[in-house]
């Protein structure tokens, strides 16, 4: 089965830092990424997609994609106390013909004023 | 645009029932996902409906199964409920089906089986 892991946290940063939050995926033929953000008691909501190799900024949210050593990550700047929340990683590995979505566990990020 | 709407919002039923949870996609989009997300296993996929054909399958037993309909609207049913199937059900639209496209979730269905 297809993995993907990232450190549960707490992740704990000062407002105004940068948070960085890390994903590691085992699939190799992953073409997909995504990132998504959860409220305690909410749904996840989308940050992020990336598909191609490098860096794609969006705001405050840079997501980076390293295909070669198989991660992606996300960079928060000037990090609020409102970006409390988890981080969910996702990758969409095909597994014989059909893509199956599978997620991290999460990383849960904390901005402290 | 109307999000993702998933009824009911909560629900309590007894180990051996039958449940029946529905999803309404974004207006246009004519892919529906289900996910199960517990504490001990995170966000796991179920599956996936295009164009009222099941397109993807993730690892669950029979008991899981699902449908959707030519408006887009979905429905899963668990039957012969477990304890081990409480869990809040997420339902995710999508504007086509493939690996590539961005999922919208809805507010979920929390299941609680006693």
């Known amino acids: 089965q297809k993995e993907v892991e990232q450190n549960s946290g707490p992740l704990s940063v000062p407002e105004g830092a940068i948070a960085s939050l890390n994903c590691t995926y085992s699939?190799?033929?992953?073409?997909?990424f995504f990132w998504y953000r959860q409220y305690s008691g909410k749904s996840p909501e989308l940050i992020m997609f990336i598909y191609s190799n490098g860096d794609k900024e969006d705001g405050r949210f840079t997501a980076q994609l390293n295909k070669a050593s198989q991660y992606v990550s996300l960079l928060i700047r000037d990090s609020q106390p409102s970006d409390s929340a988890t981080y969910l990683c996702?990758?969409?590995?095909?597994?014989?013909?059909?893509?199956?979505?599978?997620f991290g566990r999460g990383t849960s990020l904390i901005v402290h004023p | 645009k109307a999000g993702v709407t998933q009824t009911p919002r909560y629900l309590i039923k007894t180990r051996g029932q039958q449940v029946t949870l529905s999803c309404s996609p974004i207006?246009?989009?004519?892919?529906v996902s289900w996910y199960q997300q517990t504490p001990g296993q995170g966000l796991q996929f179920l599956f996936e409906y295009f164009s009222e054909t099941q397109r993807n399958k993730g690892n669950f037993p029979g008991r899981f199964s699902g449908r959707q309909f030519s408006n887009s609207r979905s429905e899963m049913n668990v039957s012969t409920l477990e304890l081990g199937d409480s869990a809040l059900y997420l339902c995710a639209s999508s504007a086509a089906s493939g690996g590539s496209n961005e999922q919208f979730f809805g507010p979920g269905t929390r299941l609680t089986v006693l």
């Open positions: 207006s246009g989009h004519r892919s």
């Open positions: 699939d190799r033929g992953s073409q997909s």
């Open positions: 996702a990758v969409n590995p095909l597994e014989g013909g059909s893509y199956i979505p599978t």
